[in-house]
Antibody, heavy 121, light 107 residues
Framework: QVQLQESGPGLVKPSQTLSLTCTVSGDSIRSGDYYWSWVRQHPGKGLEWIGYIYHSGSTNFNPSLKSRLTMSVDTSKNQFSLRLTSVTAADTAVYYC?????????????WGQGALVTVSS | DIQMAQSPSSVSASVGDRVTITCRASQRISSWVAWYQQKPGKAPKLLIYAASTLQGGVPSRFSGSGSGTDFTLTIDSLQPEDFATYYCQQANSFPWTFGQGTNVEVK
């Protein structure tokens, strides 16, 4: 059974860069069967899809974040990462990594436990 | 972006009740809808995809229906573990978007 685990700083200063890594176990990113996504949830609010990366490195981002967003994948470590630049308080959220399945429709069928990132000086 | 309007935002129910949650898309999205359950402090869990297909391991008291713009999640005979927040998600066009959530709370 696949497991995903987010890691990274829980506190980031305004204008700096938010960086998170998701480590995948129980599945190989290299297999190419899935896409690897990030979803965030502002405190007490709903869910926002950030974007995904494929094992090849191809990406698809939410246009609302695209100008500040980078994703990368390290198949040797079975990890994928998120970098969001120029953060503000509006980027304070729980960040989830998820495995995205496109077999029938695009759904997030496995999730990490989430990582709270607070943007504050 | 496609907007997903969920209603109600909150519903009070008792164990054994039937609960119905609706999601209306801002444009036609065929059957490209999924439903998730989220409990406090936990990640969402996929319940239903393609509007009506139950994800493996999900109890049969959960069901989904709809196509086009109007979709429904029904929980028959609500169980104690079903008190949670439920979200719809459209997978018709990027960016994927979610409804604002429906909190199913104890009456």
């Amino acid at each position: 059974q696949v497991q995903l685990q987010e890691s990274g700083p829980g506190l980031v200063k305004p204008s700096q860069t938010l960086s998170l890594t998701c480590t995948v176990s129980g599945d190989s990113i290299r297999s190419g069967d899935y896409y690897w996504s990030w979803v965030r949830q502002h405190p007490g609010k709903g869910l926002e899809w950030i974007g995904y990366i494929y094992h090849s490195g191809s990406t698809n981002f939410n246009p609302s974040l695209k100008s500040r967003l980078t994703m990368s994948v390290d198949t040797s470590k079975n990890q994928f990462s998120l970098r969001l630049t120029s953060v503000t308080a509006a980027d304070t959220a729980v960040y989830y990594c998820a495995r995205e399945d496109h077999t029938v429709i695009s759904v997030f069928e496995s999730w990490g436990q989430g990582a709270l990132v607070t943007v504050s000086s | 972006d496609i907007q997903m309007a969920q209603s109600p935002s909150s519903v009070s129910a008792s164990v054994g009740d039937r609960v119905t949650i609706t999601c209306r898309a801002s444009q036609r999205i065929s059957s490209w809808v999924a439903w998730y359950q989220q409990k406090p402090g936990k990640a969402p869990k996929l319940l239903i995809y393609a509007a009506s297909t139950l994800q493996g391991g999900v109890p049969s008291r959960f069901s989904g229906s709809g196509s086009g713009t109007d979709f429904t999640l029904t929980i028959d005979s609500l169980q104690p573990e079903d008190f949670a927040t439920y979200y719809c998600q459209q997978a018709n066009s990027f960016p994927w978007t979610f409804g604002q959530g429906t909190n199913v709370e104890v009456k």
